[in-house]
């Protein structure tokens, strides 16, 4: 499948608490990108890393890529309820290729 | 304006009815794509057009057609589709290139009966 994988499928944690979702891919890549989808919307696109960058970071948002392993991740700092939503990865070679999503669930 | 907008939101058709999708974006992206997700996946790609020409075609069954009349407007024409066809039909645009993110519109709920 062009798709990659992101694991774990679903998070659920208390408000403040961090959250982090992994995202693998089998073949090149230009960048990497996340999005973040709420009930079933429009994607909204977070933060992009290029291919020869290894971290990057965001407001609470803090993304790595290791490009010798195929994997990045994604890092929420003090997560907060407005944070619960579907999170995709996306592979950009030529085209994207979106991840198969973490659906976060942030506790009050 | 860094919006994409999409109409209609909720569409209801027959599998012998004719409708269109609109999307509309006014932020002079080069790049603009429509995208199928179902319930609980990922979206996954359908067409790119690049400089108002078709880039992308990812096997998509003809009874799918897209139409890119200007550098603002993407449309996707419907006919004949099947109930498996029901979906989410998101629109998106770029500024293209290899370091650009996507703006995606807020989709089409569409449901073929």
């Known amino acids: 499948s062009q798709q990659g994988e992101e694991d774990p499928q679903a998070l659920s944690i208390q408000e403040g608490e961090n959250a982090t979702m992994n995202c693998s891919y089998k073949t090149s890549i230009n960048n990497l990108q996340w999005y973040r989808q709420n009930s079933g919307r429009g994607l909204v696109h977070l933060i992009l890393i290029r291919s020869n960058e290894r971290e990057k970071h965001s407001g609470r948002l803090r993304v790595t890529l290791d490009t010798s392993k195929k994997s990045s991740s994604l890092l929420i700092t003090a997560s907060r309820a407005a944070d619960t939503a579907s999170y995709f990865c996306a592979r950009n070679f030529n085209k994207f290729y979106f991840g198969s999503g973490t659906k976060l669930n942030v506790k009050p | 304006d860094t919006e994409v907008t999409q109409t209609p939101k909720h569409l209801v058709m027959g599998m012998t009815n004719k409708k269109s999708l609109k999307c509309e974006q006014h932020m002079g992206h080069r790049a603009m794509y429509w995208y199928k997700q179902k319930a609980k996946k990922p979206p996954e790609l359908m067409f790119v057009y690049s400089y108002e020409k078709l880039s992308i075609n990812e096997s998509v069954p003809s009874r799918f057609s897209p139409e890119c009349p200007n550098s603002s407007l993407l449309n996707l024409h419907l006919h004949a589709l099947q109930p498996e066809d029901s979906a989410l039909y998101l629109c998106?645009?770029?500024?293209?290139?290899?370091?650009?993110?996507?703006?995606f519109g807020p989709g089409t709920r569409l449901t073929v009966t």
């Open positions: 998106a645009s770029s500024q293209g290139g290899k370091t650009y993110g996507q703006y």
